[in-house]
């Protein structure tokens, strides 16, 4: 009568061709995992700003995509990280008033990754009717935002980067530090 069935000595090669096989894989899943945390965060910043300036120009007026801790109202300090608004801005202010209709809210990144932009995109970035951005004094408003893994020691982040038509892109970058 023939026996089946595996020997002590081949379950343990398998053991061990699936330890290695583990041990190379799983550092390669970590970073595919992370960039595409960061690839989904900035995606979900672009497409809100291509949902402000679609609008923008259906409307024929200001339309506005703002930092907000809340989901109802603009934030004062903080970063993007902490969520954002897409609204339609009557009066030219930058701040949601009563009246104001609220496109777009969205809340809060995961927790460990952090959304900042340059002095003239910190707080709002504005779509005139033309689909420029443009900042309340009327003057052009171009900047930067900057994405990053606060936990991790890689350098890799997303740039989302407004130009002075007010049309948005992303890049990948290498950072020397998470700002």
Request: charged content about 10%; aromatic content about 6%; proline content about 2%.
């Amino acid at each position: 009568m023939k026996q089946s069935g595996v020997t002590l000595l081949e379950l343990m090669v398998v053991l061990a061709v699936s330890a290695i096989l583990l041990g190379i894989g799983i550092p390669g899943f970590a970073a595919f995992t992370r960039n595409s945390h960061l690839t989904s965060a900035a995606n979900e910043l672009l497409s809100s700003l291509h949902l402000a300036r679609s609008e923008a120009i259906k409307r024929s007026s200001r339309v506005v995509v703002c930092t907000s801790v809340t989901g109802t109202s603009c934030a004062v300090g903080g970063g993007w990280h902490q969520g954002w608004l897409v609204f339609h801005d009557a009066n030219n202010n930058a701040v949601v008033d009563s009246g104001e209709t609220v496109i777009q809210a969205r809340q809060a990144f995961q927790a460990g990754l952090r959304l900042t932009g340059n002095t003239l995109v910190s707080k709002y970035i504005s779509y005139a009717p033309s689909g420029a951005s443009k900042l309340t004094s009327g003057a052009f408003q171009a900047g930067t935002l900057t994405l990053c893994s606060e936990s991790d020691g890689s350098g890799s982040g997303r740039q989302i980067v407004i130009s002075s038509t007010g049309r948005p892109r992303t890049a990948k970058v290498t950072l020397a530090s998470c700002p």
